[in-house]
């Protein structure tokens, strides 16, 4: 096992299989000592850090690992709406929200939002053009929207680039009554153009939970967001074990063995395992508290404003991010409150 610091061309000379997260870099300069590597994998949803050109040419196979932290996104940003929806003193029920990019994280997100009956659009041109046959709308259309989160892959270029998808003109155009989620890439939002706008006096609602250059984020930007957190949207236990699940699964097929481990014999039971639901309280309340006592993102924001003073901060930061769950690790005495349909379809579970 290697960390970012000892992983290298000479380290990796006579690796069979190589397994990263996010931060290992896979390109022809790591691999350059290796003549047989027969398998790359990545427990990550993004693969902007696998050259997947080269391992192509070099007929290496690559996976990666889609979908496995896209329920624990989707309730970062939820707990992100449900935070900055009272400071900006919202009704969420009234809200849109547009989702760009409506692959895993955006549909789990849209899923989560259909229940709660918060409207929403969905903003992906590739699927558009590929056939999906969902409705989808344009870039323009989500500007006009309350919430616009981003859930797309970091694209420098071809047809559909995502680099700068937010640009000065774009950030520029977006008002005090907007809020802007960034849980994708930090390339997506030009960070200097958004230091810029908010040093002329701009009141832009600003989540951001991946930065451009990471680690060496651009420390002025923070004090000028509304929620800072160090690229862990997808950090619960969950979903970092389906990610890792998902590579033994595929290692095993690959190697032609019988996979004999399950994920659900590892998940511990959650600290927080009960709640009871105070029935009296309207739905938005209980749903803020639920929500907020699983996974509250004003504690990963008070604590990356207090200790984030640079590179080796933020991976720190990350590497000992404390246990999260899912709300499907809780279980809920939900008595005689009306609406307790809504709250285990977000994933909550039911007291047997
Ligand atoms: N912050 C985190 O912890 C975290 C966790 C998971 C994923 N991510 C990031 O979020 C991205 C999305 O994750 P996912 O699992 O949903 O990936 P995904 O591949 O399932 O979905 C991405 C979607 O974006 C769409 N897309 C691509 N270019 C687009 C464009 N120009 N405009 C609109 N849509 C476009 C694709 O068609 C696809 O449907 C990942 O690539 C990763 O970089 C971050
Ligand atoms: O792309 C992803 O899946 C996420 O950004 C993921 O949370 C990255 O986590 P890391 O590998 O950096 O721990």
């Known amino acids: 096992m290697f960390s970012h610091k000892t992983i290298n061309a000479e380290t990796l000379a006579d690796a069979d299989v190589l397994l990263v997260r996010s931060t290992t870099k896979v390109n022809q300069q790591l691999l350059a000592n290796n003549k047989q590597l027969q398998f790359v994998a990545t427990a990550t949803a993004g693969t902007d850090h696998i050259d997947q050109n080269y391992l192509a040419d070099q007929n290496i196979p690559f996976i990666s690992a889609g979908g496995c932290n896209a329920v624990a996104v989707a309730e970062y940003v939820l707990s992100a709406m449900l935070v900055m929806g009272k400071r900006l003193n919202w009704q969420l029920a009234d809200k849109t929200v547009g989702i760009v990019g409506a692959g895993h994280v955006g549909s789990a997100l849209a899923r989560v939002l259909t229940v709660l009956g918060i409207r929403h659009k969905l903003c992906d041109p590739p699927l558009a053009d590929a056939g999906d046959e969902r409705e989808f709308v344009t870039m323009n259309d989500i500007m006009q929207c309350d919430v616009i989160t981003l859930h797309v892959p970091w694209v420098k270029d071809g047809p559909y680039p995502t680099q700068d998808l937010f640009n000065k003109t774009r950030l520029a155009a977006l008002s005090d009554n907007q809020l802007l989620i960034n849980a994708c890439r930090g390339e997506v939002i030009n960070n200097q153009a958004a230091l810029e706008l908010f040093e002329q006096g701009t009141s832009l609602n600003l989540v951001l939970d991946v930065w ?133 379809d977000i994933g909550f579970l039911a007291a047997k």
């Not at 929620?227 to 032609?256: D, N």
């Not at 604590?303 to 404390?322: S, V």
């Open 212 to 344: 451009e250059n990471e680690p060496s984020i651009n420390l002025d930007l923070i004090p000028h967001t509304a929620l800072a957190t160090a690229h862990i949207a997808g950090h619960t236990i969950e979903g970092k074990a389906r990610g890792t699940e998902m590579l033994y699964l595929a290692l095993c097929k690959h190697l032609g063995i019988q996979a004999d481990k399950k994920l659900s014999d590892y998940l511990p039971r959650a600290e927080l395992n009960t709640i009871q639901i105070n029935d009296k309280q309207d739905f938005w309340q209980i749903l803020h508290k639920l929500v907020l006592n699983v996974y509250n993102i004003e504690t990963d924001d008070q604590h990356f404003r207090a200790n984030m003073h640079g590179a080796e901060q933020f991976r720190y930061i990350r590497k000992h991010y404390p246990i999260r769950r899912e709300f499907s690790a809780i279980t809920l005495n939900t008595g005689n409150f009306a609406d307790s349909k809504a709250i285990y």
